[in-house]
């Protein structure tokens, strides 16, 4: 008689990068022990009926804020984390713009205290990369980071712009310890200048903000961070793509072999210049919504894989400060964590891309890209039990009075959607369940940089390093 496993799902479609196919599921001690015919499944302890629901793994989304510490009107670990279960997210990776700032060990520490004491899904920190955080780059990997966020332009929480040669120091730095450098890719000093322009010129509707920041602005950040990784080895990661121009340097720099991956979000997808005026200062975001014509061709880079995948920078913010009339003092950023999964399987129902392209951007991929696979990512024996059970066939309109995030004000708000995730599991355990939160589970959720492993790095021309500088080597 086999032994006892803690739950079995019976009857749902499993879905991979690869196939979908009937089948069951057991899980036991957090891991996935089998997958097969009912009939071969071990006895359970509880199982569950998936009968016309889909069974995929649980959504990694690799940039939120979730602004604990430092900004409780607007999120804290518990609603942000609570947000990603109801939308079948079973990982997150926080930003390190909080109050403090996450640039040193100390504040790494307490903010690694305070996610485990709240979290309902599995974590990973990110900590700064920039003029103040450079010596502490040791430190902080010691203290459990999932990589570093650097930011070459401005946005909330005002965290200074390095410049270029801060920055290729930092990627010095980094390029030999093989942890990835996620970049906010927008040239400061252009914004800069144009803002001053259209402020001097009297402009503070909503779309001067896109007025703001042309799509140049991050093409000339990809660009000059692409060739500063490719000087130095080091690995980036270029968050939140906006526009179509941004898909040649990244290409390009992709084809030339630099370490270069990259995410977009739903808002460059499926907003457009005309929310401006539907929204206000709601559709305020960094880097903004842009034109139209700019959805298509970032739609067909995802599908051909030169956008790895599809994240949320997941930006909550109170009401009132998502609604001033002066754009330029509205508040950058909208929640998305917890709608990110139904309105994208929403497209999939529509034939936009497979529901296996979308598994591909939603958890392979960046299961892949930060060394969690296969532990995460993936439905297979031996990973963790990381679920999300979805209903394709679910009509609804998304509602902002209902969300869990603490920030209910969003631009999704009223848009139809198709897709509805039902029972998320995080390593075994119902963190949501019939869209009920499974308030046990609150501090269950684990930080994940434990188990990263990331590849064997392949640094180049880090001979400037302040180590090389002063240990003469003869050169
Ligand atoms: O709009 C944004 N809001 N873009 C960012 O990069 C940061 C974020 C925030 O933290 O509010
Ligand atoms: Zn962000």
Same mark, same amino acid.
Request: charge should be negative; aromatic fraction near 6%; proline fraction near 7%.
């Given at each position: 008689?086999? %032994? ?40 359970? /302890? ?24 430092? @900004? ?31 640039? #040193? &060990? ?62 290729? %120091? ?75 121009? %941004? ?28 929310? @401006? ?16 014509? #700019? ?72 299961? /892949? ?23 394709? #066939? ?24 198709? &897709? ?12 949501? /369940? ?18 990263? =492993?990331? $590849?064997?790095?392949? $640094? ?6 302040? =180590? ?8």
């Amino acid at each position: 008689m086999a %032994e006892t496993v803690d739950l079995v799902i019976h009857g749902g479609t499993i879905v991979s990068p690869d196939a979908s196919y009937r089948a069951s599921i057991a899980i036991k001690d957090g891991l996935i022990h089998a997958i097969g015919a009912a009939d071969a499944m071990p006895p359970a /302890k509880e199982t569950l009926d998936a009968t016309g629901l889909h069974i995929l793994p649980g959504a990694i989304d690799v940039h939120v804020h979730f602004r604990d510490p430092g @900004y409780p009107q607007k999120e804290d670990f518990a609603s942000g984390t609570a947000a990603a279960a109801f939308g079948g997210v079973t990982c997150v990776f926080d930003m390190p713009n909080t109050l403090p700032t996450i640039n #040193n &060990a100390e504040s790494l520490a307490d903010k690694h205290k305070i996610a485990s004491a709240k979290a309902y899904v599995d974590y990973g920190l990110y900590a700064v990369l920039g003029d103040d955080s450079i010596a502490h780059v040791p430190a902080l990997i010691e203290g459990g980071v999932i990589g570093f966020k650097l930011y070459m332009g401005n946005t909330f929480g005002r965290i200074p712009s390095p410049s270029t040669g801060a920055m290729l %120091e930092a990627f010095e730095v980094v390029a030999p310890t093989g942890k990835r450098i996620s970049l906010h890719a927008e040239t400061n000093s252009i914004m800069e200048r144009r803002e001053a322009r259209l402020r001097a010129a009297g402009r503070t509707e909503p779309i001067a903000h896109l007025a703001a920041r042309p799509a140049v602005v991050a093409v000339e950040a990809v660009e000059r961070a692409a060739t500063l990784a490719e000087w130095t080895g080091a690995r980036i990661h270029v968050l939140h793509i906006s526009s179509a121009a %941004e898909l040649r340097p990244l290409a390009e720099a992709k084809a030339r072999g630099v370490e270069i991956t990259g995410e977009t979000c739903p808002q460059y997808l499926l907003l457009d210049e005309t929310d @401006y005026d539907k929204f206000g200062g709601v559709v305020r975001v960094n880097p903004p919504v842009r034109e139209k014509p #700019n959805q298509q061709p970032i739609w067909d880079a995802l599908v051909d894989g030169t956008i790895d995948m599809i994240a949320t920078d997941h930006a909550p913010h109170a009401p009132e400060e998502k609604t001033r009339p002066d754009i330029w003092t509205v508040d950058c950023g909208f929640p998305g964590v917890e709608t990110q999964m139904p309105l994208m399987l929403t497209e999939i129902n529509k034939g936009r891309a497979t529901i296996q392209d979308y598994v591909r951007w939603s958890a392979d991929a960046p299961a /892949k890209i930060w060394g969690l696979y296969p532990r995460k990512g993936t439905l297979t024996v031996g990973s963790d039990a990381d679920i999300a059970i979805v209903d394709l #066939n679910r009509e609804w309109t998304v509602d902002d009075a209902l969300i869990q995030s603490t920030s209910r004000i969003s631009p999704w708000h009223g848009r139809k959607a198709t &897709a509805l995730p039902i029972h998320t599991i995080v390593r075994g355990r119902f963190v949501m /369940k019939d869209r009920i939160l499974q308030e046990d589970a609150r501090g269950t959720g684990r930080s994940v940089h434990a188990i990263q =492993q990331m $590849p064997k790095p392949a $640094p180049r021309n880090t001979d400037s390093t302040m =180590q090389a500088i002063t240990s003469n080597t003869g050169r």
